[in-house]
């Protein structure tokens, strides 16, 4: 059977000629469904191209990519389009929530692009909330929440829809420890649950949780191999059966202060959100993604 990832021979040169940047350097990687990998690498490695790429969000210079068996560089910009929406989780550092939207609606506005029916999305945002512990803050803006709950709203973003991968790029670079932690417990939990997880990060710590991991130097993959860190698979398996993640941050602030009910009648079209739609088709989990680049 095909991986569900396959890059070969990939190279990536930003600015061809004499100033040109050799981001990645003929990088070969296979990855199977249901792993869970850490791409780790000091600043200006690589690690960010290789998502681009990972995600379809960008193409490379020469090379193959193959997702599920198929070349990527034969789909038209509508399928990419589409496997970016429902194959792919994204994750950022920078969060990229929508600042005059509820957590809530952060998380339904991707549901709507896609044509869920209001019932179904209103379904979908919840659970996704629940699962990240945010069922109490679901009418909160992200500037009245954490760090570390801004960036669970934007997990619950991307997992509303279920996709088999969650790609994320440095998801805990803007956060405390504490956040940190849970962060990388949901996306433990993710994987327990069958999804691929492919973190990138710059944090062995952060890399210390993955099963695989793999280090990019210069653009080039330079070792990748099986985790044998402190934490043994039994030990994940353990923490994760043990329950739902607790988030101790959470208990002490404003509780039941919004009834459920209060979502019954979520916004009914595109016009009732306080923002501007300029394209169908727009990637919404992306929206700020080029500024957040910036901040690294
Ligand atoms: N759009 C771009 N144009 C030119 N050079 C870039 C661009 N994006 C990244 N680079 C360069 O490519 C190299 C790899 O960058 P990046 O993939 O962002 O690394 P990382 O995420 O590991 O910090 C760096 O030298 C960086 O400066
Ligand atoms: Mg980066």
């Known amino acids: 059977m095909a991986s569900l990832i396959e890059i070969r021979n990939m190279c990536k040169i930003y600015n061809p000629g004499e100033n040109e940047v050799r981001a990645l350097d003929h990088v070969s990687l ?42 990527v560089s034969l789909l038209s910009d509508d399928e990419l389009s589409d496997i970016r929406n429902q194959e792919i989780g994204f994750i ?11 957590a809530f609606e952060n998380v339904e506005l991707p549901l709507i692009y896609r044509g869920v029916s209001k019932k179904e999305r209103t379904n979908l945002a919840k659970e996704a909330l629940r699962k990240v512990g945010l069922e109490n803050r679901m009418t909160h803006k992200p500037s009245e929440m954490s760090g570390g709950q801004q960036q669970r709203v934007a997990i619950a973003r991307a997992i509303a829809q279920a996709p088999p991968v969650i790609l994320a790029d440095e998801p805990t670079g803007n956060l405390d420890s504490h ?19 492919i973190v ?36 994940i398996d353990k923490e994760i059966r043990s329950g739902p993640v607790v988030y101790d941050s959470d208990v002490e602030e404003i509780p039941n202060e919004e009834p459920i009910e209060a979502f019954a009648e979520p916004a009914e079209t595109q016009d009732d959100f306080d ?21 690294e």
Do not use: W
């Open 200 to 235: 990138i990060t710059h944090d062995n710590d952060i890399a210390a949780n993955a099963k695989r991991i793999v280090h990019i130097e210069d653009g080039r993959i330079t070792s990748d191999s099986a985790n044998e860190g402190n934490l043994s698979r039994d030990d």
């Open 179 to 197: 956040s940190s932690k849970e962060i990388m417990n949901i996306l433990r939990q993710l994987h327990a649950e069958g999804r691929t997880v």
């Open 30 to 71: 296979s990855i199977g469904e249901n792993e869970f990998v850490a791409i780790i690498g000091h600043s200006g490695s690589g690690k960010s191209t290789l998502m681009n790429m990972l995600g379809c969000l960008d193409v490379p210079t020469s090379g193959i990519y193959l997702l599920h068996g198929s070349d």
């Open 275 to 295: 923002i501007k739609i300029t394209d169908e088709n727009i990637d919404l989990h992306l929206i700020g993604d080029k500024q957040n680049e910036q901040e």
């Open 92 to 102: 950022f550092q920078g969060f990229n929530l929508i600042s005059n939207l509820t």
